[in-house]
């Protein structure tokens, strides 16, 4: 008996990662947005650290502009630590036409290799004031997470209410990377 207890035990903790990925529920994205009222300027109050944005050290912002063929001009900026501005354009569309519109593929390569699957990456709108003062955007493997605002600043109080919802959506809120906003 004890050998069988020492052998389960064993077989249990070499695989901790594939009994977690089993129990994680698949991310849920808003039901509905209306993207005319999400075009425009946001601001990002917070994020997952990611390789692309690793020269940003502040005032970092998302202009969405809604384009008349439903495809969104996607264009990001941020200030770099020697103080110059980067800017990096692209541009996004509804994943699929049965999924909801906060469901949204970007891309920032060049349009010639838009034909390739693997220059889209998942632009889930997962979160968003019924106002559309903030929104939350993520995806499905959870490896990168934006909370965005109209305004350079939030209030604490609904930070801490969206990464409470982050928590129950499978993300770690602890993660993340508060945004330097110098306006």
Known sequence: MK???????MLFSLHPARSQDRTKKPL???PSVDLSKYAGTWYEIARLPNRFQEKCASDVTASYTLLDNGEIRVVNRCRTY???TTEA???ARRADGDEPASKLKVRFAPGILAFL???WGDY???DLATDYSYAVIGEPN??????????PQMEDTTYHAIAGRLREQGYDPAKLV??????
Do not use: M
Request: net charge negative; proline share 3%.
């Open 3 to 9: 050998t069988l207890s020492v052998f389960l035990i």
């Open 28 to 30: 849920d994205a808003v």
């Open 82 to 84: 020697d103080g110059d």
């Open 89 to 91: 354009e692209g541009l």
């Open 117 to 119: 699957p693997f220059v």
């Open 124 to 126: 889930w709108i997962i």
């Open 142 to 151: 959870r490896e990168y997470l934006w909370i965005l605002s109209r305004t």
């Open 178 to 183: 508060r945004t330097v906003q110098s306006r």
